[in-house]
């Protein structure tokens, strides 16, 4: 099974610059968690933010929603790709203690993001109907 | 695509809630989500500068004028330079 099976296809960014309270709307619009940041203009991603950074860094620290993502963004991004085996993304998940990677395809253009949930949902899918999933 | 930043903030206020809004994008979000009135005339025209914007047919200060005749239109109180 391949990443590109399970994966979130997903193509929307929002900028360093960008309101805490602008990127949570925009999870809410696109029923996302995770939102990698581009450099407008120039297209390098250079982080992610999640709904739990937003909880954890905002809300409960008392910070206000204008805040800027960048302060709160995580910095840099692992990733992996496409044609990746799931085992093999959830390997690098476990090493990393992380939860999600985005993913990249065969142009190293961002196609989407994949997470651990997903890829043991579809782990436990596969042991239930007997087999090692689709090939 | 026109949808990062406006040259301004738009901050639209009502009891208990701020809205702040600085791209075409958001301001889309926000009228189709979070509007508490969806049936004005000035709500609609806003809704089509957005997506004029968005798709690179007009300007994003365009749909950040509609926008701020759309916050007048539902009651918020507005604050913005420009």
Known sequence: ?135 | MNDRLWSEAVILEAPDRQLRVESTRDADICLRRYWPVQDGRAWELAREACQRALAGHASPDSARRAFIEAAREAGFDLRAWT
């Open chain 1, 1 to 135: 099974m391949k990443v590109r099976d399970v994966m979130t296809r997903q193509v929307v960014t929002a900028a360093p610059t960008d309101s805490v309270q602008a990127v949570a709307r925009l999870m809410v619009d696109t029923d996302t968690g995770a939102i990698p940041i581009e450099v407008p203009g120039v297209g390098n991603l250079v982080g992610i933010i999640t709904d739990r950074d937003i909880v954890m860094r905002i809300v409960a620290e008392g910070r206000a929603s204008t805040t800027a993502v960048s302060e709160i963004m995580t910095v840099g991004l692992e990733g992996c790709q496409e044609d990746d085996e799931i085992d093999e993304a959830a390997r690098r998940m476990t090493e990393l203690s992380m939860r999600r990677l985005v993913v990249y395809d065969a142009g190293r253009e961002l196609s989407g993001i994949v997470t651990l949930a997903e890829i043991v949902a579809e782990q436990q899918r596969a042991a239930r109907h007997g087999g090692g999933g689709r090939e």
